[in-house]
């Protein structure tokens, strides 16, 4: 009976995305605001211990949610199929550095672009020490 209703309440959601307008959902940010992390270097000067390793790529990673399925529906999967996830909608994201988390933010959009605006971030002795491990 708990699954009839879940799948009821999957059902709606599907059909409100269908006739929704989404596209008002994500909140407007200044264009500028990408520019302003161009400009904006770290002084090598100033962490001259770091000055070495400041180009090294790393993989950054920004998860709205996660789940875990078995295999047989995994196998069932088709194209236009929704798979559930553990976050809640309005619940902010994370975003992660090699896999470590670093911060939680929220999307924004700008000039037809995704972003990420930071809202809690770790220190930067956090991160390296996560980066580390």
Known sequence: MAEQNMEDDWSAALSEQ??????QSFEKAD?????????NPIQSASHP???????????LTVELGRTKIVI???LQLTQGS????????????????????IAHG??????????IRLADITSP?????????
Do not use: T
Request: aromatic residues 4%; contains cysteine.
């Open 125 to 133: 002795a956090e991160r390296i020490n996560k980066l580390n491990r």
């Open 106 to 115: 929220e999307v924004v959009v700008v000039n037809d672009k995704y972003g």
């Open 72 to 74: 047989k529906n995994l």
């Open 49 to 59: 211990d770091i000055s070495s390793i400041l180009n090294i790529p790393v993989q």
């Open 82 to 101: 929704v798979i559930e996830l553990e976050g809640l909608a309005g619940e902010s994201l994370d975003v992660l550095i090699n896999g470590c988390l």
């Open 18 to 23: 269908a006739e929704g307008d989404f596209s």
């Open 31 to 39: 264009p500028d605001i990408f520019k302003s992390l161009e400009n």
